[in-house]
């Protein structure tokens, strides 16, 4: 019979059960997803371009052009993380 109480099995054997309650949970879920498919964007595009005849040197000047865009992003990123708050901190990195 336990086999129809998830949330209970979760809780009792990964103890996850308050972040299971939290009200955050998919939002921090959302963000994790985001990274996955931005981590895979960084990895399969390049791929990509390697296919299609681009050279080594424009994809690494590519994926360089990436890094430098986002570092400062980082930067603005945690530095208005206390101002803002959590929530809208990552809705506003949704859009940039």
Not at 51 to 75: D, N, Q, R
């Amino acid at each position: 019979m336990d086999k129809y109480y998830h949330e209970q099995q979760i809780e009792k054997h990964l103890r996850l059960g308050k972040f299971l309650k939290d009200k955050y949970t998919d939002l921090l879920i959302s963000d994790v997803l985001r990274l996955l498919a931005l981590s895979m964007i960084s990895l399969f595009v390049p791929i990509f371009l390697i296919k299609i005849g681009f050279s080594l040197f424009y994809i690494v000047l590519f994926e360089f052009g990436i890094f430098i865009f986002t570092l400062p992003l980082c930067f603005f990123i945690l530095k208005r993380i206390n101002i803002w708050g959590v929530k809208k901190t990552l809705i506003v990195s949704y859009f940039l």
